[in-house]
């Protein structure tokens, strides 16, 4: 652990926002490779990617489309730390989800804990406007686990709610995962549990003692709970994948303007932002030197 360091995380598109949303969100390589350099340019060292076709925008698996995105990110970007998504979208086969990381062998990916309701609801009406299961059975977790393990590909384990948490604490016994552990808290989702500085704290009390954790929040539950992280020895996830819009309400300019934002609040507080090299040590992540060299992608 290097004491006082934060490290930013930027999640650039999720598997829902569109430019429908934001006209920030990328699509194809060349808008991926410009903003995954804003975002290192105002203090990010990873960079979380769903790969999205760039015609229309909608997520993909097909690994010629992630290739295109890692290389002209690479090309551009040499010291940002990738982090591949397993949950490329909602209702796709396993074999699909996991081969991105199979093939790119990435630092680090996200490896979801639970399957949950996943909904996007009207909360002045209590009204759901859209529902879906995000399943993540057992077998899924330590498939996916396990295929990390093959790629010295670092798990990120996103947690929604306490269910995830504890199928980890179970899941953990057997060896599968390797220690230290690293979590996401993901706050706001409808189907999982929100923002509060209790929710944080009881999560942050049964997680392993030497875990590190970061965490990322829909709407303003990415503001209200960076804000809470970074004063914990916790690390911060933003991006337009989870909040199209500024703690004032107006439309983010970028990913990169929510950077900015984490930049800001860490060194308001009298820490320092993690460089992709800081991240790497406080993550227990493979050198850049080991990564998959450019020309595989």
């Not at 993909?60 to 949950?87: E, R, V």
């Not at 630092?107 to 859209?130: E, Q, Y």
């Not at 709407?219 to 703690?247: S, W, Y």
Request: net charge negative; glycine share 6%.
């Amino acid at each position: 652990m290097i004491e006082g360091k934060v490290i930013i995380s930027a999640a650039l598109t999720g598997a829902a926002t569109t430019k429908h949303h934001n006209p920030a969100v990328p699509y194809t390589p060349e808008e991926f490779e410009d903003v995954v350099a804003r975002c290192r340019q105002e203090g990010a060292s990873i960079v979380h990617i769903h790969a999205r076709r760039p015609d229309n925008g909608a997520p993909t698996t097909d690994l010629p489309t992630i290739g295109a995105i890692l290389k002209a990110i690479k090309a551009k970007t040499q010291d940002i730390i990738i982090n591949l998504s397993s949950s490329t979208g909602l209702n796709v086969p396993d074999e699909e989800r996991i081969a991105p990381i199979v093939r790119f062998k990435p630092p680090i990916a996200s490896l979801n804990t639970n399957s949950m309701n996943f909904a996007i609801g009207d909360w002045k009406s209590g009204r759901v406007v859209t529902d879906t299961l995000f399943e993540n059975l057992f077998h899924t977790i330590t498939s996916f686990a396990e295929k990390m393990k093959e790629a010295r590909t670092k798990p990120e384990i996103e947690v929604y709610d306490l269910g995830g948490l504890y199928n980890i604490l179970f899941l953990q016994k057997s060896g599968i995962l390797e220690e230290p552990l690293h979590f996401q808290f993901v706050f706001g989702v409808l189907g999982g549990i929100p923002f509060s500085v209790h929710n944080l704290a009881h999560l942050l009390e049964l997680k392993p003692p030497t875990a590190t954790w970061s965490v990322c929040g829909v709407a303003k539950n990415q503001f209200q709970a960076a804000t809470c992280a970074v004063l914990q020895d916790g690390h911060i996830r933003v991006g337009l994948e989870d909040n199209v819009r500024m703690p004032n309400g107006e439309l983010a300019k970028g990913s990169h303007e929510q950077v900015a934002w984490a930049r800001q609040l860490i060194e308001h507080v009298g820490l320092s932002v993690a460089t992709p090299e800081d991240a790497r040590e406080i993550l227990h992540l493979k050198k850049k030197d080991q990564e998959a060299p450019l020309e595989t992608y």
